[in-house]
């Protein structure tokens, strides 16, 4: 009770003082990040990029599938016509080569995962100068995440624009 009574005077007293508070309107623009990442030729020219890079190890992967399948196709349908010792040997063979496969798809998707993220990180910087250019340029204070908005109008989104400038910087 007294720690209202206390905070009713504050607030009285803060009154006739003649203390207020003014609301400053703040110029807020919206980019979809989604949308730009989706629609920029970077983002293409990342992937190919990407897809040259890999693509020997790619072939390798698919000729050791192949492979693994070949020779469990054959395990299996010859299996009861094999002797102990060329079943054994077989099935190791195709552990072995499980084994190898498994070790080299977890190295690549690391290695790709890797190099996506360091190529992505160039073209984030792009968009960001782009949109502090845009904010600056037409005066905005605040740029969001179209998507962390919950409602906004089209025309505080300011994704075209960075698009466009992004885009040129090609």
């Not at 399948?69 to 102990?84: N, P, R, V």
Request: charged share 30%.
């Amino acid at each position: 009770m007294k720690t209202m009574m206390r905070a009713a005077t504050l607030s009285v007293a803060l009154l006739s003082l003649g203390v207020s508070v003014s609301a400053h309107a703040v110029d807020i623009a919206t980019v979809d990040l989604a949308k730009v990442m989706s629609e920029i030729p970077q983002s293409k020219a990342i992937k190919s990029k990407l897809n040259t890079e890999f693509d020997s190890r790619i072939r390798e992967m698919q000729r050791m599938e192949t492979e693994g399948q070949t020779l469990a196709d054959k395990l299996k349908k010859d299996e009861s016509f094999m002797s102990a010792a060329e079943r054994t040997k077989s099935q190791r063979r195709l552990s072995e080569l499980q084994a190898e496969f498994n070790v080299k798809a977890q190295a690549l998707q690391e290695d790709q995962r890797r190099r996506y993220g360091e190529e992505q990180k160039k073209v984030i910087e792009k968009i960001k100068t782009a949109v502090d250019s845009i904010a600056k340029s037409e005066g905005y204070e605040m740029v969001l995440n179209r998507q962390a908005v919950l409602y906004t109008e089209d025309k505080y989104d300011i994704s075209k624009e960075v698009i466009q400038q992004v885009s040129k910087g090609n």
